[in-house]
């Protein structure tokens, strides 16, 4: 019903910078928030930014400063531009969307895009 599609993953040297972009299609009434989680190897997967309807935006501790959410409500689109980038930010990162479809309000995740940080 909906479906996520992520890019913008790779690798890069560490203090370097990626924009990881989802865009969300399908049966889509609304969209509630998105947001970017990722998971490191041996790792439970963490919210790192996320970004409500109205603009609002989280981040994780780690990645305040270096990391910045927006969000483009035209195409449904949303954006992680991540700057000095660290090695410990190596991990898949996967796009997360509340959205309505008719009646019903549900999660809906991309498949993943891989980071990595290393010289």
């Known amino acids: 019903q909906v479906q996520l599609v992520e890019s913008g993953g790779g690798l890069v040297q560490p203090g370097g910078s990626l924009r990881l972009s989802c865009a969300a299609s399908?049966?889509?009434?609304?969209?509630?928030?998105m947001g970017w989680y990722r998971q490191a190897p041996g790792k439970q997967r963490e919210l790192v930014a996320g970004?409500?309807?109205?603009?609002?935006?989280y981040y994780a501790e780690s990645v305040k400063g270096r990391f910045t959410i927006s969000g483009d409500n035209s195409k449904n689109t949303v954006y992680l531009q991540m700057n000095s980038l660290k090695p410990e930010d190596t991990a898949v990162y996967y796009c997360k969307t509340k959205a309505q479809v008719g009646l019903r309000s549900s999660d809906y995740w991309g498949q993943g895009t891989q980071v990595t940080v290393s010289s």
């Open positions: 399908g049966s889509i009434f609304s969209i509630d928030a």
């Open positions: 970004i409500g309807s109205d603009g609002s935006t």
